[in-house]
């Protein structure tokens, strides 16, 4: 369970330069904090609504903040601080919580490997051999729906690692793909086909290839965040 600092609320005024938020305390002072999400966050936050934010005491820090958690549109929570999934993944791996990857001896991080380059969030040992973990957050939900979806932008990275997953099971090399839904009121996740249709092509040729394909869900609020049920995957909408 991974224990948030002390958060602190605020109103979201706009987002802007990718990296930049503006927010307005309920005392209105008005702050621009660091946003670390590089994404388009579609759906996931909207202007006037809730925020997050730790604090640093750091005194060489250009922005005091750091935004963490989004009010979505929809009424859902969003932890939009994409750094904390691998931690989340990895603190969930060792507990035991996600299943499938139980029973490792060991766990290595940033491990490089493939044709293309790419670094491997996780790579677990395991008496049979050895199995590559690539972590995705998912913060993309929609109206009406309990299905969230990935990526909430073309993402060509994505892609690459797919095929690179993809020449691992072909080389029978345990692969998978894991979608860590950071997002309240979800029960399945599916490929953002409407967004990325690239992806969600890859991704089926990767599941024909033998990757694995797996997804939990989080229990999120102000306090903390943490990995606790297991979700499906749907290929096609």
């Excluded at 677990?124 to 939900?141: D, H, I, M, Q």
């Excluded at 894991?178 to 490929?191: D, K, Q, T």
Aim: charge should be neutral; include cysteine.
């Amino acid at each position: 369970m991974a224990q948030f600092p002390q958060l602190e609320q605020g109103r979201l005024l706009r987002r802007y330069k990718r990296f930049l938020a503006d927010i307005e305390l309920a005392n209105g002072e008005l702050l621009t904090i660091h946003c670390p999400n590089t994404g388009s966050m579609l759906n996931c936050m909207r202007e006037g609504g809730q925020v997050w934010f730790s604090r640093s005491s750091d005194p060489k820090r250009k922005l005091p903040g750091t935004w963490e958690i989004s009010e979505t549109p929809q009424g859902r929570l969003a932890c939009i601080n994409t750094g904390r999934a691998n931690a989340l993944v990895e603190e969930a791996l060792h507990a035991g919580v996600i299943s499938e990857l139980a029973g490792f001896t060991a766990l290595k991080r940033e491990v490089a490997y493939g044709s293309e380059r790419s670094r491997i969030d996780f790579r677990l040992e395991f008496a049979s051999g050895p199995a590559y973990v690539e972590v995705k957050s998912v913060t993309l939900g929609y109206p009406d729906s309990a299905v969230a979806a990935f990526p909430d932008a073309v993402t060509q990275r994505g892609a690459k690692h797919l095929r690179e997953l993809a020449a691992l099971a072909r080389q029978g090399i345990r692969a998978v793909q894991l979608y860590c839904v950071n997002l309240s009121g979800i029960e399945a996740v599916r490929p953002a086909e409407e967004i990325d249709a690239a992806y969600a092509t890859a991704l089926r040729a990767a599941v024909a290839e033998g990757v694995e394909v797996i997804a939990y869900g989080t229990c999120l609020n102000a306090q903390q965040i943490r990995i606790d049920r297991p979700l499906p995957v749907l290929l096609t909408r």
